[in-house]
């Protein structure tokens, strides 16, 4: 019920930013309110849909779920809500406490790169510590405290490549290396769940067939899924900000002109 309750209100705040922003005639891209909603709905699917049930069985489900929730839902949630809409998505009554709070300056510090990569890492990797991660299967509760965690981690990671209190966002090319060096520590996770040649977390799956798998082919599913997201990830954050990079080059170099121009003509 509370994740219903969350998804809802969520997209409720969102329509809400859209009708105030429409009523002051501003437009929001189509691309960027499409982004919004498929990142809402891969949260519905991960939390909501059968995975749920079966990542109580299998490694794999379970792994699918972080996914989806944090590795992709968080970056299409932030593009969702890049300006203006982050400046409306709460109300006023909400924003300006929040904005004024100790809270913010928290925020602004952990998502500087340098500090929200050894925070991705310390969530990734000790969240998949046994203790941990068997306790999050066991218990609802905490099991939503990983949730949480990780898209929050994915926020910070993300934030700082996609800047959504710009409007336009800036080509720069360290964003690429941001984003490869935040994808490698999750792929070599990974890889350690295909290398390892026994099966873990037998406290919650056991070391026998799960759902008619065998346990350490679950296991190697759940790495192999987990390094292939990387992996395609990787490729995108190469190819998108190399270009939004070239994009920025173009800007300058015709502002140059103008300004040049306009030297000339006094």
Not at 7 to 32: M, T
Not at 138 to 166: C, D, M, Y
Not at 209 to 227: F, H, K, S
Not at 243 to 255: P, V
Request: with cysteine; aromatic share 10%; glycine share 10%.
């Amino acid at each position: 019920m509370a994740i219903l309750i969350w998804l809802i209100v969520a997209e409720g705040l969102y329509v809400r930013a859209l009708r105030v922003l429409g009523g002051r005639g501003v437009r929001v891209p189509r691309l960027q309110v499409a982004c919004w909603h498929l990142g809402l709905g891969l949260q519905a699917v991960a939390l909501l849909s059968p995975l749920g049930s079966l990542a109580d069985d299998l490694l794999s489900a379970h792994m699918a779920e972080h996914l989806l929730l944090a590795d992709l839902g968080a970056p299409l949630l932030l593009a969702g809500l890049r300006n203006p809409v982050l400046g409306f998505f709460l109300p006023r009554e909400l924003l300006v406490p929040l904005a004024r709070s100790r809270l913010r300056r928290a925020f602004r510090m952990l998502r500087r790169p340098l500090v929200a990569l050894p925070v991705y890492a310390l969530s990734l990797y000790g969240w998949h510590l046994s203790f941990a991660f068997e306790g999050a299967v066991r218990n609802e509760l905490v099991h939503t405290a990983q949730h949480a965690s990780f898209i929050f981690a994915g926020i910070l990671v993300w934030w700082s490549a996609l800047e959504p209190k710009r409007r336009r966002l800036r080509g720069e090319l360290w964003k690429i290396a941001h984003i490869i060096g935040a994808r490698m520590i999750g792929m070599f996770l990974g890889m350690g769940f295909v290398l390892i040649r026994e099966p873990v977390y037998t406290g919650v799956y056991g070391s026998g067939e799960r759902r008619g798998i065998d346990a350490l082919a679950d296991q190697q599913t759940a790495g192999a899924m987990m390094v292939a997201l990387d992996i395609l990830i990787m490729v995108f954050a190469l190819a998108f900000f190399f270009w939004h990079a070239a994009q920025q080059h173009d800007r300058d170099e015709a502002a140059e002109r103008a300004r040049a121009g306009a030297r000339a003509a006094t």
